[in-house]
């Protein structure tokens, strides 16, 4: 770990497709990206990690969709997107070629109808998209027009998964009438109203739906600096919302930032029933606590509550990108204990997270709670996140290394995760000589999105995986994991395995033809040349292997089949034409090269046996055929560098 300075419409991308149309390794990269041999086409930003007690850490997996300010419609760089990482700012799984690398907001995992289901809001198309353990779309739920009537802030569950509910917005113009009397302006205003939706997760009908029009004045705005004019003209986001949830009583509770104003929504009319301003007064309903204040806010959540309290919690950035005056010396995480049953009402700060550098995050921002009590903290700028203890001690912070402008994130997660994807690792192998002469075979695997990879097993084969041996055995070290074997091997694949030792799921990769990135040793050449054509008598391993068993099986089957055609024969059972025929069966049309005729090595006879078994349809571990890439040059078709013999995700 490096120290931390103080601080569609386009439709969902395949989540397989060929590397040739990636980047290719060698491709300039900005400064603060990751690269990977097995995977070009995924370049995540790195992160500076600081970890001050690991011990108090809760378990998980970070969750953060990098953001450009400018990528929400136009496709960006290949870091923009959906990303988890583990406590160490390594990457787990990359989105970003699902969403065209644009802009995605509000990644997280969400309880939907009964499972744990991977969330995000995709601005392009105007949907919220649910993913399940293997990244594969379970779900899109459409939220509202790209442009108009979509908001990308809050997309969530409720009632146990059973209910979606999401922010939206109605760009319209208030009346002359409105505007006179509320603004003094005696003209049309153009201006964003505030709404939101609760849907039945099942049955997708629309329970319930609210916008601000004629139920919050203008004058609720502290959005209000440049002239009237101006604002009018120019789509005045006078409340912007950010932030939607309910209480157990079937209220609602939605945050406005441009307000500095939480506020509880009638379920019966949409009414206001309270107003929670930040800097108390005669605009809100409470009285607030002598240390309790905050403005321009982000991700007003319920909590629990009790006889007496309602436990909320909120981002309290306590500065925004206008004229406003900072409310506090730095932006905090604040959890607030609402009294409702008292006259005034009140409202109590029951515990409060400061920024780990005491900056402020002016545009935006989260706050979560673990299960084991430690808040973490989504501060926005260069996507710097905190985790702190429940006494306030702060236990780790982590930010982007990249100095790009304007790179950030809109939340930031933490949850445990167990992903078990159903394609396989993605690998990339290549023979070089080394200094002293001798050839080295190097393997880098991947599998995007695996979470339960503890080893992985490198195997050298024929060219239809048929026969194998094993080569190396090395724990997982990060996404991408590199594999070495002194000695030639042309044909390779990798077994991922389990902490426990055991094979995962789809996780032996295809077959890859290694690639020679220098002249080498022709020995080993000729060595494994020599084990193509006779790869039992050099010791490769069928027993232990499923492939035995097959083999072994159909070689039983068969010569029970043979007894027994014999035997009908013998008997006069069998026809004498039928016994004719098969008496006539085989003859000189072909004749099979033993492979234990050959004594050395024999380019005529290599070729002989490779044709043949290239006759055979080649399977992949599954079962389903696979397109085999044959490639004596290193190059595709096109002329440019072959990098890949299988189907990336």
């Known amino acids: 770990m490096r120290p931390l300075l103080p601080l569609f419409s386009v439709t969902l991308a395949s989540l397989s497709y060929c590397f040739a149309q990636h980047a290719s390794p060698t491709t300039p990269v900005p400064l603060g990206v990751q690269t990977y041999l097995s995977r070009p086409d995924i370049q995540p930003l790195r992160w500076l990690v600081q970890v001050f007690d690991k011990d108090r850490l809760a378990p998980g997996y970070w969750f953060v969709s990098p953001y450009d300010i400018n990528g929400n419609t ?129 049955t997708q009908d629309v329970l ?235 393997v880098h695997v991947s599998w995007n999105g695996a979470t339960e990879v503890a080893r992985w097993k490198l195997y050298k084969s024929d060219v239809a995986g048929a026969i194998f041996v094993e080569l190396a055995d090395e724990p997982r070290s990060g996404f991408e994991t590199a594999l070495s074997y002194t000695g030639y091997a042309k044909y390779v694949h990798v077994q991922a395995l389990d902490r426990n030792g055991k094979q995962l799921a789809f996780g032996r990769s295809k077959i890859f033809d290694t690639v020679n990135v220098s002249e080498l040793d022709a020995a080993a050449v000729a060595a494994e040349h020599a084990w193509l054509l006779n790869p039992v008598a050099k010791g490769a391993g069928w027993l232990g292997h499923s492939w035995f068993a097959i083999f072994a099986g159909g070689a039983a089957v068969g010569c029970v089949f043979c007894l027994a055609v014999a035997w009908a024969m013998r008997r006069g059972v069998l026809g004498s034409q039928w016994a004719a025929r098969l008496r006539g069966r085989g003859g000189p049309a072909y004749r099979a090269i033993a492979l234990h005729d050959v004594a050395e090595f024999d380019e005529a006879a290599l070729d002989a046996v490779e044709a043949k078994r290239r006759l055979r349809p080649s399977l992949d571990f599954d079962g389903e055929p696979f397109e085999l890439h044959d490639d004596d040059s290193d190059e595709d078709v096109d002329g440019t560098p072959s990098t890949e013999r299988s189907l990336g995700r």
């Open 208 to 442: 319930f739906k609210w916008d601000a029009t004629g139920k919050i004045p203008l004058s609720d705005s502290t959005m209000d600096y440049s002239p009237v004019e101006r604002r009018c003209r120019e789509h005045w986001d006078f409340l912007h919302s950010n932030a939607i949830d309910k209480f157990p009583d079937g209220n609602y509770l939605l945050s406005t930032r441009h307000s500095d104003t939480l506020y509880k929504i009638s379920k019966d009319d949409g009414s206001i029933i309270w107003r929670l301003h930040g800097l108390g007064g005669p605009r809100g309903d409470f009285e607030m606590a002598r240390n309790l204040n905050f403005s321009r806010q982000h991700h007003a959540r319920f909590h629990e509550q009790n006889a007496t309290h309602t436990i909320i919690s909120l981002l309290d950035n306590a500065m925004g990108a206008d004229p406003q005056p900072a409310t506090s010396k730095w932006s905090r995480a604040l959890k607030i204990a609402l009294r409702e049953d008292t006259q005034p009402m009140t409202a109590e700060l029951i515990a409060s997270y400061d920024h780990p550098s005491h900056h402020h995050a002016f545009r935006r921002g989260n706050y979560q709670t673990l299960p084991n009590g430690n808040a973490f903290v989504g501060w926005s700028e260069r996507a710097l996140q905190s985790e702190h203890a429940e006494d306030g001690t702060l236990l780790m912070q982590a930010a982007l290394e990249t100095k790009m402008p304007n790179m950030g994130s809109y939340r930031a997660f933490k949850f445990a995760f167990v992903a078990a994807p159903d394609y396989p690792p993605d690998i990339y192998s290549a023979a070089s000589t080394a200094a002293d002469g001798t050839c080295v075979t190097t």
């Open 74 to 202: 136009q496709p960006e760089a290949s870091w923009i997107g959906p990303h988890i990482y583990d406590g160490d700012g390594e990457l787990v799984w990359s989105g970003s070629h699902m969403f065209n690398n644009i802009n995605v907001m509000d990644f997280k995992i969400l309880p939907v109808k009964g499972e744990e289901l991977l969330s995000m809001l995709y601005a392009k198309e105007g949907r919220a998209y649910l993913l399940d353990k293997h990244y594969r779309v379970r779900e899109t739920v459409f939220t509202g027009d790209s442009g108009s009537v979509f908001n990308m802030h809050d997309f969530h569950t409720v009632e146990d998964g059973g209910k979606y509910l999401y922010l939206q917005r109605n760009i319209t113009y208030a009346s002359r009438e409105m505007a006179l009397e509320q603004l003094g302006y005696d003209g049309e205003c153009f201006l964003v109203f505030p709404g939101f939706e609760e849907r039945d997760a099942v």
